[in-house]
């Protein structure tokens, strides 16, 4: 099944359109969403979970995105501005989460 995501409910899109970076961010948060195991749509009940996935998930392997000068991590802000955000990427409990922390 191919990975798709939908950001056309994003309510402040149009300023996340304004840089390259905030473009490729959107983008990519899918791959994000799926390397936390966190799919659906992001809602603001659920952000503040997908952010702490997201936030551990950097700390474990570094951000999903980089540039000549380094690494390009998500921030909190980040998913907040993309409540909206969907993807057809399965939602795993956080044990399972937890234990692809520590996967080979």
Not at 13 to 26: A, D, V
Not at 48 to 74: D, F, H, M, N
Not at 80 to 96: C, P
Request: charged content about 25%; glycine content about 6%.
């Amino acid at each position: 099944m191919p990975l798709t995501y939908d950001a056309t409910k994003i309510s402040d899109r149009g300023e996340l359109h304004g840089s390259p970076t905030e473009q490729t961010k959107t983008a990519y948060l899918c791959f994000e969403m799926m390397r936390c195991g966190f799919g659906w749509e992001i809602t603001q009940d659920n952000a503040p979970k997908l952010w702490k996935r997201v936030k551990v998930a950097q700390k474990v392997w570094g951000a999903i995105l980089t540039s000549p000068e380094g690494e390009v991590p998500y921030t909190e802000a980040d998913i907040l501005r993309r409540v909206g955000y969907s993807t057809n990427v399965a939602m795993v409990t956080d044990a399972k989460f937890a234990k692809s922390l520590m996967a080979d």
